[in-house]
């Protein structure tokens, strides 16, 4: 009878040590619409980067930011196209404090909620959102999700942009901006920007 009990008592402290296990350690590459949480929160520093990431992989750059304008990102990671990030920040004296930070590309091991990052399809995104969305015609950048059309993502990826890659050259107008036409079906994340700015320091 006592060997039973010991045996349970093994079993038990097994079954919980797998649980604790199992919930790991937070998700690195997760960055989360408020900014709330995660490594990039609206409240991280510069100086945090560098502590947390060495001082080899933060660097500033001039980045693009829509219509032909520039201006100075703290950029990590960027000799490594799945690693980079670029960082805008709301106090530019301390580079403190985040305004947005974007991912661009083929692909990326940042991501959002639900795992949504670059080279995403279209069909994926309609998926976890629960139904079609339009998007924008197109930019410099590429076409812009305009509105999640009421659906799961309209919550979930607030005060976050999602952009996607240039239509095929022989696709009209009305195919790109119908909610789900066919000619968005294929067409792929390149760029995610999420904003901070409605967080206040």
């Known amino acids: ?15 919980m040590t797998v649980l604790g296990f199992g919930q790991g350690e937070a998700d690195p590459w997760l960055v989360v619409p408020n900014g709330d949480s ?14 947390r990431y060495g001082a080899a992989n933060v660097v500033d ?3 693009g930011v829509g219509e032909g304008d520039t201006d100075t990102a703290t950029v990590l990671f960027p ?34 909620v639900h795992g949504i990052s670059l080279g995403m399809p279209y069909s994926e995104l309609a998926r976890i959102n ?18 999640w059309n009421g659906g799961l993502l309209d919550k979930d990826l607030k005060d976050v942009s999602v952009w ?3 239509l095929p050259n022989n696709a009209t107008k009305k195919e790109a901006s ?8 294929k067409r792929r994340v390149n760029q995610i920007t999420w904003g ?3 967080q206040t320091p």
């Open 164 to 166: 996607f890659d240039d």
């Open 61 to 63: 750059e001039e980045v």
């Open 178 to 185: 119908g909610v789900g036409g066919r000619a968005n079906q």
């Open 79 to 112: 000799k490594d196209s799945e690693r980079r990030i670029e960082i805008l920040w709301q106090d530019r004296e301390k580079e403190a404090y985040p305004s947005s930070v974007s991912v661009s590309g083929k692909a990326s091991r940042w991501h959002a």
């Open 196 to 198: 901070f700015l409605a």
């Open 130 to 147: 629960g139904k079609p969305f339009p998007i924008s015609w197109g930019t410099d950048q590429g076409s812009v999700v305009l509105s």
């Open 1 to 15: 009878m006592r060997g039973r009990s010991i045996f349970r008592l093994a079993g038990f402290a097994y079954l």
């Open 38 to 51: 995660g490594p990039m929160n609206y409240r991280v520093t510069r100086a945090e980067l560098v502590r």
